[in-house]
Nanobody, 114 residues
Framework: VQVAESGGGLVQPGGSLRLSCTVSGLNFEQWAMRWYRQASGKERD????????????HYRDSGKGRFTISRDNAKNTAYLQMNNLKFEDSAVYYC????????WGQGTQVTVSS
């Protein structure tokens, strides 16, 4: 199983990014997906959850109204649309397949800076 995040980068405050998480080696549409983030020197924190069908979604409070999680099961890909980014959103963002203890990707760096 391979999990690969992409779409990170440098963005100014107030800007937007869309992260992608492409999964191979399993039946993607069977599994819920989660996004996490880890800022430098801090623990890895939950960001968003989406059920296998996309019908159920949850967000950390700081992301509500700014972040949108989605998925395209035909493309084996989950997304995290992030709008109105703030300095405190800077972190490495990881996705996780919600199977067993979880299968993680390598992460993608998001830096919010002016």
């Amino acid at each position: 199983v391979q999990v690969a995040e992409s779409g990170g980068g440098l963005v100014q405050p107030g800007g937007s990014l869309r992260l992608s998480c492409t999964v191979s080696g399993l039946n993607f549409e069977q599994w819920a997906m989660r996004w996490y983030r880890q800022a430098s020197g801090k623990e890895r924190d939950f960001v968003a959850f989406i059920s296998n069908t996309g019908g159920l979604k949850h967000y950390r409070d700081s992301g509500k109204g700014r972040f949108t999680i989605s998925r395209d099961n035909a493309k084996n890909t989950a997304y995290l649309q992030m709008n109105n980014l703030k300095f405190e959103d800077s972190a490495v963002y990881y996705c996780k397949v919600n199977i067993g203890d979880g299968i993680w990707g390598q992460g993608t760096q998001v830096t919010v800076s002016s």
